[in-house]
C-alpha cells in the first residue's frame, strides 16, 4: 500500500479509468474533424460575364459553404490559385462552365470538388497550375512529416527537462533549435531527395519545420517544468490530440468542421503544413500568416521556459522549515 494508504484496487481502476478517458478523446477529436468533410468557407473564384457568374454563384451557394470570388477573366482567376487565395477558379462560357482551373498540390481533396462540380456543370478540361510531387501522388506526405514532427517535438522538451533540468532559457533555446534544424534538415532530405515527395527549397523548408519544433518544444517544456509531471498530458492533448486533427493537412482547413476551422490554423500543426505547404509548392505564397503563428509560440515557449525557471529559482532558495 502506497504512502497515502489508496488500496490496490482503487489506483489499478483510477489507470483503467484515465486510459479509457483518453483513448475515447483521441477517438473522438480525430473521428470528428476527418469524417465526411464539407465546404465551410471553401474559397472558390468564378469568371465570366456578370449575368452567367451571378447564377453560377447561386448555384454553388445551393450546394454547400462556398465563398465564392467574382472575376474578371480567367487569368485573374489563375492568379488567385496560384497565390492560395482559392482552391479553384471556374471559367465560364456561353454554355456554362467551360473549364476549371485548381490547384492539386494546395490540397487534393479540395481539388478534387473543384473539378466534380466543374464537370458537373459542363466543364470539358481542367487546369491543375500546381501539382503534386511525383513521389506524392496522393497528397499525404505532408500529414506524414507534421504528425511525427509534433509528437517527436513534445518528447523532445519532455526529454531536455528530465535529462537535463538545471540548463538555462538560452542553453534551453540553443539546445531546443538545435535538434529543430537537424531535424529538419534530415526530415527534408528524407521527403525530398529520397522520396521525391517534398519539392521546394529545402533549406526554407528545414527552417519552417525548425521553427516549429522549437514553439513546440518550449511550450511544452514551459508547461511541464510550471505544472509538474502531470503536465505533460497538456502539450500531447493541445498539440496532438487538438491541433493535429484540426490542422487540415490531410484535406484542407476549410474542409473541416467549426471549430476546427478556423481554429487549427492558429495551432502549431497547423501552421506548420501551411507554411510547408507555401514554401514547397507555392514560391511562398501564404506563408506569413502562419509564420506569424509560429513565431508567437515560440516566444510564449520563451515566456514559459523563463517563469519555469525563474519560479524554481524562488522555491530553491526560499528557506526550509
Given at each position: 500500500?502506497?504512502?497515502?494508504?489508496?488500496?490496490?484496487?482503487?489506483?489499478?481502476?483510477?489507470?483503467?479509468?484515465?486510459?479509457?478517458?483518453?483513448?475515447?478523446?483521441?477517438?473522438?477529436?480525430?473521428?470528428?474533424?476527418?469524417?465526411?468533410?464539407?465546404?465551410?468557407?471553401?474559397?472558390?473564384?468564378?469568371?465570366?460575364?456578370?449575368?452567367?457568374?451571378?447564377?453560377?454563384?447561386?448555384?454553388?451557394?445551393?450546394?454547400?459553404?462556398?465563398?465564392?470570388?467574382?472575376?474578371?477573366?480567367?487569368?485573374?482567376?489563375?492568379?488567385?490559385?496560384?497565390?492560395?487565395?482559392?482552391?479553384?477558379?471556374?471559367?465560364?462560357?456561353?454554355?456554362g462552365?467551360?473549364?476549371?482551373?485548381?490547384?492539386?498540390?494546395?490540397?487534393?481533396?479540395?481539388?478534387?470538388?473543384?473539378?466534380?462540380?466543374g464537370?458537373?456543370?459542363g466543364?470539358?478540361?481542367?487546369?491543375?497550375?500546381?501539382?503534386?510531387?511525383?513521389?506524392?501522388?496522393?497528397g499525404?506526405?505532408?500529414?506524414?512529416?507534421?504528425?511525427?514532427?509534433?509528437?517527436?517535438?513534445?518528447?523532445?522538451?519532455?526529454?531536455?527537462?528530465?535529462?537535463v533540468?538545471?540548463l538555462?532559457?538560452?542553453?534551453?533555446?540553443?539546445?531546443?533549435?538545435?535538434?529543430?534544424?537537424?531535424?529538419g534538415?534530415?526530415?527534408v532530405?528524407?521527403?525530398n531527395w529520397?522520396?521525391?515527395?517534398?519539392?521546394?527549397?529545402?533549406?526554407?523548408?528545414?527552417g519552417?519545420?525548425?521553427?516549429?519544433?522549437?514553439?513546440?518544444a518550449?511550450?511544452?517544456?514551459?508547461?511541464?517544468?510550471?505544472?509538474?509531471?502531470?503536465?505533460?498530458v497538456?502539450?500531447?492533448?493541445?498539440f496532438?490530440?487538438?491541433g493535429?486533427?484540426?490542422?487540415g493537412?490531410?484535406?484542407?482547413?476549410?474542409?473541416?468542421?467549426?471549430p476546427?476551422?478556423?481554429?487549427?490554423?492558429?495551432?502549431?500543426?497547423?501552421?506548420?503544413?501551411?507554411?510547408?505547404?507555401?514554401t514547397?509548392?507555392?514560391?511562398g505564397?501564404?506563408?506569413?500568416?502562419?509564420?506569424?503563428?509560429?513565431?508567437?509560440?515560440?516566444?510564449?515557449?520563451?515566456w514559459?521556459?523563463?517563469l519555469?525557471?525563474?519560479?524554481?529559482?524562488?522555491?530553491?532558495?526560499?528557506?526550509?522549515?
Open positions: 500500500m502506497p504512502p497515502d494508504g489508496t488500496p490496490l484496487r482503487v489506483r489499478a481502476l483510477r489507470v483503467v479509468l484515465i486510459a479509457v478517458v483518453l483513448q475515447t478523446l483521441f477517438v473522438f477529436f480525430f473521428l470528428v474533424p476527418a469524417h465526411d468533410p464539407e465546404p465551410n468557407g471553401f474559397p472558390v473564384a468564378v469568371a465570366g460575364e456578370a449575368p452567367a457568374v451571378e447564377r453560377f454563384t447561386a448555384r454553388l451557394l445551393e450546394r454547400a459553404d462556398f465563398d465564392v470570388q467574382q472575376v474578371a477573366s480567367a487569368a485573374e482567376g489563375r492568379a488567385l490559385v496560384e497565390d492560395r487565395d482559392v482552391y479553384g477558379t471556374f471559367v465560364l462560357g456561353e454554355g462552365v467551360e473549364r476549371v482551373i485548381t490547384a492539386s498540390a494546395a490540397s487534393l481533396p479540395a481539388a478534387q470538388i473543384v473539378e466534380e462540380l464537370r458537373e456543370a466543364a470539358r478540361s481542367v487546369e491543375d497550375v500546381r501539382r503534386l510531387a511525383p513521389g506524392d501522388p496522393r499525404v506526405a505532408l500529414n506524414v512529416i507534421v504528425l511525427p514532427l509534433v509528437i517527436t517535438a513534445i518528447l523532445a522538451a519532455l526529454m531536455a527537462v528530465n535529462l533540468p538545471d538555462d532559457l538560452r542553453g534551453r533555446f540553443g539546445l531546443t533549435a538545435l535538434a529543430g534544424l537537424l531535424g534538415l534530415i526530415a532530405a528524407l521527403a529520397w522520396r521525391d515527395a517534398l519539392p521546394g527549397p529545402w533549406l526554407a523548408e528545414a519552417v519545420i525548425a521553427l516549429a519544433v522549437l514553439a513546440i518550449l511550450v511544452s517544456a514551459g508547461i511541464i517544468r510550471l505544472i509538474g509531471p502531470a503536465g505533460t497538456v502539450p500531447f492533448l493541445l496532438l490530440m487538438i493535429n486533427p484540426a490542422s493537412v490531410a484535406s484542407a482547413p476549410e474542409l473541416l468542421p467549426t476546427w476551422n478556423p481554429v487549427g490554423q492558429l495551432l502549431p500543426p497547423g501552421a506548420l503544413g501551411s507554411a510547408l505547404r507555401g514547397a509548392y507555392f514560391d505564397a501564404g506563408v506569413v500568416f502562419p509564420i506569424v503563428v509560429l513565431l508567437a509560440w515560440a516566444a510564449l515557449g520563451v514559459l521556459v523563463a519555469s525557471g525563474r519560479r524554481g529559482a524562488a522555491a530553491a532558495g526560499a528557506p526550509r522549515p
